[in-house]
């Protein structure tokens, strides 16, 4: 069974960075895409960043957020730095078979749970 796990989410001060990690297993998602989205309070869920290989796609939060991804341990990572209270919200991972890198949440197949981060200000 395919699994997506994130971790370290917390509550931070803005201005400092966290590293949210997603486990994958049940499944090798080596070529996949793999994303990041996030949802708050009452909003939709936001497209982040996703790679696939050396293809990196995102522009919802510019030069501040950075995903990448180490094969040989099936997980991806979101660095994110310079984080402001509107970066608060549930951090989702997620994984697609499609062809391209997507922003769009119906076109990934697999979702972590989610884990919380919270900026104050």
């Known amino acids: 069974q395919e699994q997506l796990v994130e971790s370290g989410g917390g509550l931070v001060q803005a201005g400092a960075s966290l590293r949210l990690a997603c486990a994958a297993s049940g499944r090798n998602f080596n070529g996949y895409v793999m994303g990041w989205f996030r949802q708050a309070p009452k909003k939709e869920r936001e497209f982040v960043e996703a790679?696939?290989?050396?293809?990196y796609y995102g522009d919802s939060v510019k030069g501040r957020f950075t995903i990448s991804r180490d094969d040989a341990k099936n997980t991806v990572y979101l660095q994110m730095n310079s984080l402001r209270p509107e970066d608060t919200a549930v951090y989702y991972c997620a994984a697609s078979r499609t062809v391209g890198l997507s922003t769009a949440p119906n076109d990934y197949d697999w979702w972590g749970q989610g884990t919380q981060v919270t900026v104050s200000s």
């Open positions: 790679m696939r290989y050396g293809e």
